[in-house]
């Protein structure tokens, strides 16, 4: 006798669509709170921006010459909404950040944030901790950061921000 045969399924697995039958248990009455606040943000930090506007944020960052190791970098979309990573210079990244895959600290004011810094194959990124350290900011699109290393023992880089708002 033949044993039959059982075909397993693949895929996702479909959620339920009738929200009556979903546990009341799990707490989910702060998410429409949370994804508009998060959708707020994000068209918050969306500029339409002048050429103009754009280059006085710019010059007003090459001003600025710190006496520590730095960088600079003009914000893009994808360097702030969620999910995004930043990527560092490269020249940056192999003389400083060579072998980094931890958090390190990024400073603005007196606070500062973790930030997870992975480098590999001549390249670092932020990733994990960098939209929450945007958000918190109000970094936004076309905004200029000077990265400034104050430690290389703890990794901390302070950030000064030029913002493209401050120069209207």
Same mark, same amino acid.
């Given at each position: 006798?033949? $044993?039959?045969?059982?075909?397993? &399924?693949?895929? !996702?697995? &479909?959620? #339920?669509? /009738?929200?009556?039958?979903? /546990?009341?248990? $799990?707490p989910r %009455? #702060?998410?429409?709170?949370?994804?508009s606040k998060?959708?707020?943000?994000?068209s918050?930090?969306m500029?339409?921006?002048?050429?103009?506007?754009?280059? !006085?944020?710019?010059?007003?960052?090459?001003?600025?010459? +710190? $006496? #520590?190791?730095? =960088?600079?970098?003009?914000?893009? +979309?994808?360097?702030?909404?969620?999910g995004? @990573?930043?990527?560092?210079?490269? %020249?940056?990244?192999?003389?400083?950040?060579? %072998? @980094?895959?931890?958090f @390190?600290? @990024?400073?603005? %004011?007196?606070?500062?944030?973790?930030?997870?810094?992975?480098?590999?194959?001549?390249?670092?990124? =932020?990733?994990?901790?960098?939209?929450?350290?945007t958000?918190?900011?109000?970094?936004?699109?076309?905004?200029?950061?000077?990265?400034?290393?104050?430690? $290389?023992?703890? =990794?901390?880089? &302070?950030?000064?921000?030029?913002?493209?708002?401050?120069?209207v």
């Amino acid at each position: 006798m033949a $044993t039959p045969k059982i075909l397993k &399924k693949r895929g !996702r697995i &479909k959620k #339920n669509p /009738n929200p009556e039958e979903v /546990n009341s248990s $799990t707490p989910r %009455g #702060n998410d429409s709170e949370n994804r508009s606040k998060f959708y707020e943000s994000a068209s918050a930090r969306m500029r339409t921006v002048t050429a103009e506007e754009r280059e !006085r944020a710019i010059t007003a960052a090459k001003t600025y010459e +710190p $006496t #520590n190791p730095f =960088f600079r970098v003009v914000m893009r +979309p994808s360097y702030l909404y969620r999910g995004c @990573i930043m990527y560092l210079p490269s %020249g940056f990244a192999e003389k400083y950040l060579s %072998g @980094i895959s931890s958090f @390190i600290k @990024i400073q603005l %004011g007196e606070k500062q944030w973790p930030v997870r810094c992975l480098y590999k194959a001549g390249r670092a990124k =932020f990733s994990q901790g960098w939209y929450e350290f945007t958000l918190e900011n109000n970094i936004g699109e076309v905004d200029v950061c000077v990265f400034e290393l104050l430690s $290389t023992r703890d =990794f901390v880089l &302070k950030v000064t921000a030029f913002r493209v708002n401050q120069y209207v």
